[in-house]
């Protein structure tokens, strides 16, 4: 492997600039309540590398564009490791994900494995089926609920997206009701317990105090919910048999990871462990992003009832009465792509991206950065960095007309999906699905606020874990459009 210009860090160089810290917590109490908007503000105050104490861990923050460009360009290496935290290592049969396994080559096999044969264009492409079908279970489902009154657009979408996941994945047709239940409801606590804070992740020498929460028991129910489910639908599969490689590429994610299995040519023999965490990674990563991107796009087109209105325009233009947008329709549709552009920049699913960690010592803007630094990206301080954007609190899709700025990890000032090494390989599943069924939403109804109250009125307070959504659900009203 070709390592970029690695600079070893300099023993003499400084250490980046501090606030200053409590005993014990450190500036733990200082990025409350919400961390993405907590580090900012210090970020103005330190400088966009400052190193915080969080608990007993020293943590790199970085939030300006420069440093990230500086951080990927020159040493995107060192910087590519992922630090071992309890509950995902717990989750993800022992940090086995590719989200969450440390660099090597474990992380290099597994990841270009789920680029090539999960995640490619060609497979994404093959699961068109499925955003089809499940668009039209969400869009009549949307007719039905409308006719009593406004709808909660936010579980119709989680469900949604969930659905499409289930069926690429695990080919869910071959999954009962009751089980599906089971596996909607676990993909939801992982998610959720995968970004909540854990004693132990900043306090290693306190970790004999979760003896005295119930977490081990939680983590380990719900670890073993999944991991049943999971390994009766793996069983099933076998039963069935993957006939062939021809069979394995037209079958769901588990076929193909079986035949893979089998395939000594990889430079990789994947353990069943493996298969299901990265089973499970597909489902955390893909289902919970495309869900929040989905609320927050409908909550600023709801705000913004001239960029609802533009947008309408550009669908009902391209794909005119036709009963679905198609994809070939989107391609066409470049206000579309702005939309999208810009509530990512605004709301980028994952604001602080995943956490990651040095694995030697590095350096960056002259400070020294010693290994196994943990590193956090401030991606939602960068989207809004007033040097770099215009107006950066307004939401004004024509910022991206012909601007050229794109998300796939060249320009440092947009990155809703990381960048180097590491970057999001789900980016082009992720955007096939939103641009689809965004435009499938604005094109089959007209929408408005509830009880006569207007955009503005929208509660867009969020929530912050590992991932930022909406704090209170979507109540909308859907008109159904009259094509006659
Ligand atoms: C709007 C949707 C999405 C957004 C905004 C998003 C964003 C991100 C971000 C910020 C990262 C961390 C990158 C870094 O450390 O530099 C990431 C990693 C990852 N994402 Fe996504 N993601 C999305 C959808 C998906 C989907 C649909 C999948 C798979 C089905 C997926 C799978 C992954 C995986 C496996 C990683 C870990 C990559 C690694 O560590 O090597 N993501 N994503």
């Known amino acids: 492997m070709a390592a970029k210009t690695k600079k070893k860090a300099n023993s003499q160089n400084p250490q980046p600039p501090s606030p200053l810290k409590l005993p014990i917590i450190g500036n733990l109490h200082q ?10 503000a210090l970020s103005l105050k330190h400088g966009p590398v400052m190193l915080l104490h969080l608990g007993q861990i020293p943590t790199l923050i970085i939030s300006s564009s420069d440093s990230l460009r500086e951080m990927t360009k020159s040493h995107d290496i060192s910087f590519s490791g992922r630090p071992n935290l309890k509950i995902p290592r717990q989750i993800t049969y022992n940090s086995k994900s ?6 090597g080559d474990y992380w290099r096999h597994s990841r270009k494995l789920c680029v090539l044969h999960l995640l490619s264009s060609k497979r994404v492409h093959s699961f068109l089926p499925v955003r089809q079908s499940e668009l039209s279970s969400m869009l009549s489902l949307i007719s039905h609920q409308s006719s009593s009154g406004p709808v909660n657009l936010s579980p119709i979408i989680y469900t949604f997206t969930t659905n499409i996941i289930c069926r690429v994945a695990l080919g869910r047709s071959a999954i009962e009701e009751g089980q599906y239940r089971l596996l909607h409801d676990s993909i939801r606590e992982v998610t959720e317990l995968v970004g909540a804070f854990n004693v132990e992740d900043y306090f290693p020498s306190l970790k004999w105090l979760n003896r005295f929460s119930n977490l081990d028991a939680r983590i380990e129910s719900l670890f073993k919910k999944f991991d049943g489910f999971i390994s009766s639908v793996v069983e099933d599969h076998i039963v069935a048999g993957v006939r062939d ?15 893979l299995q089998k395939d000594d040519s990889l430079g990789i023999s994947l353990t069943m462990d493996e298969v299901k965490a990265i089973i499970l990674n597909m489902f955390v990563g893909g289902t919970s992003t495309s869900y929040i991107f989905l609320e927050w796009a409908m909550s600023e087109l709801i705000r913004n009832p001239k960029v609802m209105k533009k947008l309408q325009q550009e669908t009902r233009m391209v794909a005119g009465k036709n009963s679905m947008v198609t994809e070939e329709d989107v391609n066409k549709m470049h206000y579309l792509k702005a939309v999208v552009k810009e509530v990512l920049r605004l709301h980028p699913p994952a604001p602080l991206m995943l956490p990651r960690e040095t694995i030697e010592d590095t350096e960056l803007q002259g400070f020294k950065i010693p290994t196994k630094t943990r590193v956090i990206i401030n991606a939602w301080a960068i989207l809004r960095d007033p040097k770099f954007w215009d107006a950066p609190e307004e939401f004004m899709p024509e910022r991206f007309m012909n601007s050229g700025l794109d998300f796939r990890g060249q320009d440092f000032d947009f990155v809703p999906f990381g960048v180097g090494r590491r970057i999001c390989p789900g980016m082009q599943f992720a955007v096939t699905t939103i641009e689809f069924t965004l435009a499938n939403l604005v094109h089959h109804f007209d929408w408005e606020m509830p009880s006569g109250l207007s955009g503005e009125d929208l509660n867009m307070e969020e929530t912050q874990g590992l991932t930022m959504h909406r704090k209170y659900p979507l109540l909308l009203v859907a008109k159904k459009m009259d094509w006659s």
């Not at 490689?245 to 035949?259: F, T």
């Open 98 to 103: 590719i989200s969450f396994s440390t660099y």
């Open 245 to 259: 490689d021809a069979a394995a590429a037209a079958g769901d994610l588990v076929d193909v990871l079986l035949s």
């Open 31 to 40: 990025i409350l309540p919400v961390p993405h908007r907590s580090l900012q």
